[in-house]
């Protein structure tokens, strides 16, 4: 079946260091691939998209390019912030399906 | 700003309730989502609707039901609470995608604890 693989956290990190959360998928075809932010007490928040190969999805200084030849969507950002902390989740949404599956998430601790 | 509104942050309940989760979007989305979300387990999908009175299992259906009975509110019921259903339990909706795909709008979460 679909699945998101993500990196296990957490991820710790001191502020202003370069950030990336792995996450690869299993799925046929050209699904759509999402990344999520949860911060403490909040429900999850679309952080940025990407519905087709060689997408780059961008959202307050966060980006992850769709590549379908190693069917990943890694999370980057240049330089991390203490209010970046909260937990990440990647997830896909197959073309005719309205629902998504999600990885199991990643922590990111950012250290002032 | 639209939203999905969960109606308690954090509920306390006794083995063997009944009890009600109620999720209202004021979207106009078609679907609608519970999902139960565990350390270690992420989010599980556990029923799903496209539209009025239409529901579909998802991952984990066993010791749930829904109603949605209107198109803003979907209700996660747990028939016989138990023990193992403590979690934080998400809603979301989403529009039936055409165009320019959004995904899913998410409540704040209810944080259940079965005693």
């Not at chain 1, 959360?21 to 046929?28: E, K, R, V």
């Not at chain 2, 016989?80 to 998400?90: D, E, G, H, I, V």
């Amino acid at each position: 079946g679909d699945s998101v693989t993500q990196m296990e956290g957490p991820v710790t990190l001191s502020e202003e260091a370069f950030l990336t959360i792995n996450c690869t998928y299993t799925a046929t075809g050209y699904p759509s691939l999402f990344w999520y932010v949860q911060y403490p007490g909040e429900g999850l928040q679309l952080l940025l998209k990407a519905t087709k190969a060689d997408d780059k999805g961008s959202n307050k200084g966060f980006e992850a390019t769709y590549r379908k030849e190693t069917t990943s969507f890694h999370l980057e950002k240049g330089s991390v912030q203490v209010s970046d902390s909260a937990v990440y989740f990647c997830a896909l949404r197959k073309t005719g399906f309205q629902k998504l599956v999600f990885g199991t998430g990643t922590r990111l601790l950012v250290s002032p | 700003d639209v939203k999905v509104t969960q109606s308690s942050r954090y509920l306390v309940k006794r083995t063997g309730e009944k009890v009600f989760l109620e999720c209202v979007q004021d979207m106009d989305h078609e679907n609608m989502f519970w999902y139960r979300q565990d350390p270690g387990l992420g989010l599980r999908l556990i029923y799903f609707s496209y539209d009025v009175k239409m529901k579909e299992k998802g991952d984990i259906p066993e010791g749930y039901s829904v109603s949605r009975e209107k198109k803003e509110r979907f209700s996660l019921i747990l028939e016989s609470a138990s023990t193992n259903q403590t979690s934080m339990y998400l809603c979301a909706s989403s529009l039936i995608p055409a165009g320019v795909e959004k995904g899913y709008t998410f409540g704040s979460g209810t944080r259940l604890t079965v005693v």
